[in-house]
């Protein structure tokens, strides 16, 4: 048991001499005192850095009060109808917007195009919008002249329904070439 004693002895000393050097070797602690105290004082230093902030804020919102005040009628006049060019520009543009959809619309209709195309017209004047219409009159596939692929009434005989048949197809309507086809089977099988 001595010895378990001396090791126990001589454990607290290293340790205390271990604590020692490491203080020794130039670390400075601090308490929560000190950091608490150092903080503060730099806060305090800031603080008075900016002590007048709120005094030049306040001054400035007075000034601003004051030149509106002192305005004369003259520039609130101006004030006023610079906002008023400004309104009636923004509806002259909503105006002129809503009047070139309308001509679209309208020449849209007068050049056989659906009326949900309206919208994808391109152009700023009439001439520009009906040269686009001719655009796409050439990529849109028209209707077929028979209304909606039922052939005209008055095609009686074979031969006359073989005519219309063949201008069907030429024209690229192929569904009311279909109808032709089968009336002149029809007529002839019969």
Do not use: H, W
Not at 25 to 35: L, R, S, W, Y
Not at 55 to 63: I, Q, S, T, V
Not at 68 to 74: P, V
């Amino acid at each position: 048991m001595a010895e378990g004693t001396n090791n126990q002895n001589q454990n607290p000393n290293q340790n205390s001499s271990t604590t020692q050097t490491a203080a020794g070797a130039g670390e400075k602690t601090f308490t929560q005192a000190d950091v608490d105290r150092v903080v503060a004082d730099r806060l305090e230093r800031e603080r008075k850095k900016y002590a007048g902030f709120e005094d030049y804020k306040k001054a400035k919102e007075e000034l601003d009060a004051l030149k509106a005040g002192q305005m004369s009628e003259l520039e609130k006049a101006q004030a006023a109808l610079a906002k008023a060019q400004k309104e009636a520009k923004e509806n002259a543009d909503k105006i002129k917007a809503l009047e070139l959809i309308a001509l679209k619309s309208k020449l849209a209709a007068e050049g056989g195009l659906p009326a949900e195309l309206a919208d994808r017209i391109r152009g700023e004047d009439e001439a520009a919008i009906k040269a686009d219409i001719e655009v796409l009159k050439k990529v849109i596939p028209q209707k077929p002249a028979g209304g909606g692929g039922t052939p005209p009434s008055g095609a009686k005989t074979p031969e006359d329904l073989q005519t219309l048949y063949a201008e069907a197809i030429k024209g690229g309507r192929i569904e009311e070439a279909m109808i032709y086809k089968k009336q002149i089977f029809d007529k002839l099988g019969g």
